[in-house]
């Protein structure tokens, strides 16, 4: 194991739920990440976290929330999604943010949108 | 800017023969380079790293790549695929820090490589 733990590993919701995602590393790392895998895409970083404080934003839509209540769990809260935001979304760490790079990736959450 | 193009998006090879996937990027400073691998159902995993030390960089599961500055490229090499290499691998590049210190990273799109028994 990469000890970056995602739960669920699978997700059907519809497009009026609210779900969330977690994450859970178990690395010591100082910064976690939040990204989106589509098929034939490159994978896009959604958000950055660093001890705790949000970095990065990459212009992602308000129905993805994120929060890190502390560095070793980060959530992704969903609300109101449509069919296109189906994917895998990845989390991952890195010992901080100057080596988001050299990344731990846990398994993913498979996000299907109905 | 910083860009990564991945040639192939797949790559069928034999069993014991030699793997080559492809990787040409575009950088206007020094780039720190990498291969990820993610295997079916799985998160990715870096394989190796290109960080302006040797060109010539070894990672893990016999993998290399190679920095050629004039051809802006880092391909992957192996020199006998194995049936467990099979999976998705990626390219990554990065030379830029924003100004809050976070490393910008762009992916590849990704090339999968199929080994046939």
């Known amino acids: 194991e990469t000890g970056v733990t995602q739960t669920p590993r699978h997700l059907v919701m519809g497009m009026t739920n609210k779900k969330s995602l977690k994450c859970e590393q178990h690395l010591g790392h100082n910064a976690m990440y939040w990204y989106k895998q589509s098929a034939k895409k490159p994978l896009e970083l959604m958000f950055v976290y660093s001890l705790e404080e949000r970095v990065e934003n990459n212009s992602v839509p308000s129905r993805f929330s994120p929060e890190c209540p502390n560095s070793s769990h980060l959530f992704l809260h969903l609300h109101t999604l449509q069919p296109e935001d189906s994917a895998l979304y990845l989390c991952?760490?890195?010992?901080?943010?100057?080596?988001?790079?050299?990344?731990?990736f846990g398994q993913g959450t498979r996000l299907t949108v109905v | 800017a910083q860009s990564v193009t991945q040639l192939d998006s797949h790559v069928s090879v034999s069993e014991g023969t030699p793997v080559l996937l492809r990787c040409n990027y575009s950088?206007?400073?020094?780039?720190?380079l990498f291969w990820y691998v993610q295997h079916p159902n799985k998160g990715l995993q870096l394989l190796l790293k290109?960080?302006?030390?040797?060109?010539l960089v070894k990672g893990i599961n016999g993998f290399e790549a190679e920095f050629k500055k004039s051809e802006t490229s880092f391909h992957l090499t192996k020199p006998s695929a194995h049936m467990s290499d099979a999976a998705e691998y990626f390219c990554?590049?990065?030379?830029?820090?924003?100004?809050?210190?976070?490393?910008?990273?762009?992916f590849g799109i990704g090339t999968k490589l199929q080994v046939i028994p």
């Open positions: 950088s206007s400073y020094s780039p720190s």
């Open positions: 990554v590049v990065s030379d830029l820090w924003d100004s809050g210190g976070y490393q910008k990273v762009t």
């Open positions: 991952a760490s890195s010992q901080d943010q100057g080596s988001g790079a050299e990344a731990f």
């Open positions: 290109y960080t302006s030390a040797a060109t």
